[in-house]
């Protein structure tokens, strides 16, 4: 995986929720923010990949975004945000296999009608009988 952490920028603002003093004063939560149209990392194909599997994170202005809050502190937050970004491009470049399709073999034909066979025989069984 190309490492792009220099094209990365931050923002930081206040996480928001429970915490006390320390949420109400310290800007820890860390926004990371990418722009993929301009990035020199990556080609034309790899970008097309990424923006068309993560448009739902990609605002108007071509920035794929990422914030986190779940740690006391900025560095922490800001390491995790990182981390997170690169392992969500990695997830995005992957092209899946294409599935061909396979036909039921003989045998798995066969032991599905066996199965069905039994359930059939054991239903009849419980019938009453005078």
């Known amino acids: 995986m190309k490492d792009f952490s220099k094209e990365l920028s931050f923002k930081t603002s206040r996480s928001s929720g429970a915490g006390g003093q320390n949420v109400n004063k310290v800007e820890t ?3 990371v923010l990418w722009n993929v149209e301009k990035s020199e990392f990556f080609n ?5 990949l990424i923006l068309n599997k993560l448009k739902n994170r990609i605002n108007s202005e071509g920035f794929l975004f ?9 560095l922490m937050n800001k390491n995790k945000a990182i981390e997170k970004i690169l392992d969500m491009v990695a997830q995005s470049l992957i092209i899946p296999k294409k599935r061909f399709a ?5 045998a798995q034909k066969q032991k599905r009608l066996d199965t069905k066979k039994k359930l059939s025989d054991k239903k009849e069984n419980r019938k009453f009988r005078y």
């Open 66 to 74: 990422f914030t986190v809050s779940e740690s006391r502190t900025q």
């Open 102 to 106: 396979t036909k039921p073999s003989k």
């Open 29 to 31: 939560a860390v926004t």
């Open 44 to 48: 034309e194909d790899q970008k097309y």
